[in-house]
């Protein structure tokens, strides 16, 4: 909605969530981290590609913090001798592909599909759950196998079996707030008012489940990424010479014992996005809720305090 | 002497992320065996925050506690340790609260939850078990030894408050203290807990600490009064006196503002009902909510539904604005059928019937500005105003209804009770309704707000000439404001008739017990109060 502008005693939303996010700093750091991970993500392949697929064989697992080889190979080699740090990067735009499309496509489906059986009528929201049950009693590795089999495996395929085995997730938790919401007295004011159910669903219930579906989504990122490592383990995922993070880990796992930092890196870079995602939906819950949002707009004028 | 509880120079701090706020400065009063102290106050007013003190109830930090006394039976309870408070809780100072359900467990029977009171402090089970048949029976439950086998969501609201007193008096303690004991109840129920208490008392000498914001709960158990406001004792005294002769500005308007004092309207006979309902009936499953409910509704008139939790009055209101499918009966609406209207239809007649809920918290959306909460209205109907009118309708809505235009931008939780209520008033006025339903409208609103509130509806009927039906639980709330009151008890029409005639001269018993239970700010009507309903009840 466009008439923010004509509140009279707030300032400009932009300014605004930016005074917020520099009151938080762990946020500001989170945000400036992913920034970099959607730059690598975008720009890593073009600028790096040769290098990450170069073998260097006299560099086979090259230990970290070797300074001399030059600063690609500061954080070591894998088992073919290839930098770890350019592959990591180069490996940034396929992971990030996949768990943020799985991710958004579940969380979307799932989300609209749980408003719809909280706020429909019971036999439709009873079809949707039995929908969901056959899917969640459905093992989803066997899943992927089946229909990475028969469609061949590529990124869309893996953004599709990845985000029907995760739809329930959302699918459920939805429903189970708006089954509680609908009740609250101001969707009733707002029936009484004559609003369409539409209305009802996307402007007064969806608002309220929102913060509940971002945090699982952020906690859902790093399952996606696993389980995509774990289906190329087996074969029906990413297929070298493509990587992601998640296959980088399992490669890494025969040397565990003699080159840990195979693995280290791109699991240290699955932890820091994960988290850097979490802060960041944890000052976004605080952020955008109006009855929150003096905590963080009290730290900020604090500290204009005593500076 | 040494009274029982003297209280002196207390002042409770909480830091809190907007500053310290004092919520209670330098307040004293005291208590005396067989005595009832009476501590009155609007919210916010520091009341509750005094009694948690005594119990040692305030979480530190970030409550602190920065001066003053709190002398039992001579001894400094705040110099205490933890342990030897704890002794002292429940066994010889115990209390009781608000809402019953929510300080009993769900889990465990009536009965464990009394024995274990006195087993906690050190009665073995047998005698435990006798002595919670006891006072069960006492507190007046039937079939008492059965109901020590129930749990607690099988008893009614009264008899949950009731099973509460059994338990705080199972240790026998010296002082009572009761916070708010029966806001949650039904007036009839209410004046039953209320006899009870007192009759507790003259049995075993304790005194009692009661805390209210009600004149009403005053006039009728205390001996004494002390009146608070912004944490601070404004007044203290003899009830009578007090009430007779009010030394501070805040007591004066505090009584002032008392409902029921007013003229009573006059309405006039007029031919052409705006609304007239017939028959209307409501059945969930096997259970009758609303039977054979039959009213006429005049343009400009308030129609008043008094009736104790269940009589069905909400139902109705909920029939009419089709929240609830009504099983049978007709209301015309101008000519027009509301209960078979189809869906299309509706939408557009939303327009003229509104309502406004009892907790205007819970009403308005918490993430919408006041902006967005009352354009919506012509967001959904765009045909009542063309979008470039909006700010200056807005303005003068919010003028209308005694907020400043410059609050447009604000959520509502930037707001107190009683402005929020405003904002949902001015969310009904923007779709220029010609009915509203006002669904307890006040009832969660402190005296002082609820008289400014009703004067508020009060002026736009007659401004406006917008129609109301005011659905209370309290009967001196619509005795300044109704044209006509209709009387409910348990799903059925009890008494229809004009104000001065259903006030004056009731005809039926049930609402003469209703008028006799309703409490009077006045402790000298009050007390008559007391000997007409003694006479009913004999």
Redesign the interface.
């Known amino acids: 909605m466009s008439h923010i502008d004509t509140i009279p005693d707030e300032p400009k939303p932009l300014v605004r969530f930016a005074r917020m996010l520099w009151a938080d700093k762990f946020a500001l750091a989170a945000v400036l981290f992913l920034l970099t991970v959607l730059v690598l993500a975008v720009a890593g392949p073009h600028w790096l590609d040769g290098a990450a697929q170069k073998q260097n064989l006299r560099g086979r697992n090259a230990p970290p913090f070797e300074w001399e080889r030059g600063w690609l190979w500061v954080l070591g080699a894998d088992a073919l001798g290839r930098p770890l740090l350019a592959r990591i990067i180069v490996a940034t735009q396929n992971t990030m592909m996949i768990a943020a499309g799985a991710v958004v496509c579940s969380a979307a489906i799932g989300t609209v599909l749980g408003l719809i059986a909280g706020y429909a009528g019971k036999r439709t929201g009873e079809v949707i759950l039995r929908l969901a049950d056959v899917i969640m009693s459905f093992p989803s590795l066997l899943l992927a196998v089946v229909v990475l089999y028969i469609l061949g495996p590529s990124v869309g395929n893996l953004i599709v079996v990845l985000s029907i085995t995760r739809i329930p997730v959302y699918l459920r938790t939805t429903r189970a707030e708006v089954l509680e919401v609908r009740e609250r007295m101001f969707v009733q004011a707002a029936k009484v008012m004559g609003a369409s159910g539409p209305r009802i669903i996307f402007r007064h219930i969806l608002p309220v489940v929102l913060p509940t579906l971002t945090t699982i989504a952020t906690l859902d990122f790093a399952f996606v990424m696993l389980a995509e490592s774990s289906l190329s383990f087996l074969g029906i995922g990413i297929q070298p010479p493509d990587i992601t993070w998640g296959l980088m880990i399992a490669q890494g796992k025969q040397y565990l014992t003699t080159a840990w930092w195979l693995s280290f890196w791109p699991g240290l870079a699955i932890i820091l996005t994960t988290l850097s995602l979490n802060l960041l939906s944890n000052w976004m819950r605080i952020a955008l809720d109006p009855v929150q949002r003096w905590r963080l707009e009290m730290r900020q004028t604090r500290k204009g305090e005593t500076a | 002497m040494t009274h029982l509880l003297d209280v002196r120079d207390l002042s409770v701090e909480f830091h809190t992320?907007?500053g310290t706020v004092h919520a209670v400065k330098r307040v004293s009063f005291h208590l005396d065996r067989g005595e009832t102290l009476a501590i009155l106050g609007e919210s916010g007013s520091g009341k509750s925050v005094s009694s948690s003190a005594i119990m040692d109830l305030i979480d530190m930090p970030p409550g602190k506690i920065t001066s003053g006394q709190i002398l039992f039976d001579g001894r400094d309870l705040l110099k205490l340790p933890a342990s030897a408070r704890r002794d002292i809780n429940g066994r010889r100072i115990a209390m009781i609260f608000q809402d019953p359900l929510s300080h009993l467990n769900p889990v465990y029977t009536v009965g464990w939850q009394i024995e274990e009171a006195l087993t906690a402090h050190g009665a073995d089970r047998a005698t435990a078990r006798a002595e919670a048949l006891r006072l069960v029976a006492r507190v007046g439950i039937p079939n008492p030894a059965d109901s020590l086998k129930k749990y607690p969501h099988e008893f009614s609201g009264g008899q949950r408050q009731r099973l509460m007193i059994a338990m705080a008096l199972a240790l026998k303690p010296d002082l009572l203290i009761a916070d708010e004991p029966t806001t949650a109840l039904d007036v009839t129920v209410q004046a039953e807990v209320l006899a009870l208490l007192e009759e507790l008392q003259h049995e075993t000498g304790m005194g009692i600490l009661i805390i209210t914001h009600d004149l009403g709960v005053v006039a009728e158990i205390a001996d004494r009064v002390v009146v608070m406001n912004a944490g601070e004792v404004v007044e203290t005294g003899e009830t009578a006196q007090v009430y007779r002769n009010p030394q501070h500005p805040y007591t004066a308007r505090l009584i002032g503002a008392a409902p029921g004092k007013g003229e009573m309207h006059m309405p006039v006979p007029q031919a052409e009902p705006v609304l007239s309902v017939r028959n209307a009936r409501k059945v969930f499953g096997r259970f009758t909510a609303v039977e054979d409910v039959s009213f006429d509704l005049m343009p400009g008139e308030t129609l008043a539904i008094v009736g104790e939790s269940g009589s069905g009055k909400s139902t109705v209101a909920k029939m009419l604005?089709r929240?609830e499918e009504p099983t049978a009966g007709q209301a015309l609406w101008k000519g027009r059928d509301l209960f078979a209207m189809p869906p299309a239809e509706?939408?557009a007649l939303?327009?003229d019937?509104?309502?406004v809920?009892?907790?205007p918290t819970?009403?308005?959306?918490?993430?919408m500005?006041v902006?967005?909460l009352i354009?919506?209205?012509w967001v959904?109907?765009p045909a009542i105003l063309p979008r470039e009118k909006?700010?200056t309708r807005v303005a003068e809505l919010l003028q209308q209804v005694g907020l400043k235009p410059?609050m447009?931008?604000?959520?509502p939780?930037q707001f107190s009770g009683g402005q929020r209520q405003r904002i949902?008033i001015a969310?009904a006025l923007a779709?220029e309704p010609q009915l509203i339903i006002c669904d307890e409208a006040v009832s969660a609103l402190d005296v002082s707000v609820q008289a400014q509130v009703i004067a508020l509806l009060d002026d736009l009927r007659k401004r406006l000439g917008i129609s109301f039906i005011f659905i209370a639980h309290d009967l001196p709330v619509v005795r300044d404001f109704a044209d006509h009151v209709m009387v409910m008890e348990k799903g059925r029409v009890v008494e229809l008739g004009p104000v001065r005639q259903v006030f004056d001269s009731p005809q039926q018993p049930y609402t003469q017990r209703l008028l006799a239970a309703g409490l009077d700010p006045d402790p000298e009507v009050q007390a008559g109060r007391r000997a007409a309903r003694l006479a009913l009840a004999g």
């Open positions: 992320a907007v604005l929240l509706l939408h939303r327009r019937l509104q309502m809920f009892q907790d819970q009403s308005l959306n918490p993430r500005t902006w967005q354009t919506e209205a959904i109907h909006w700010k410059e447009a931008g604000r959520y939780h949902a969310r779709l």
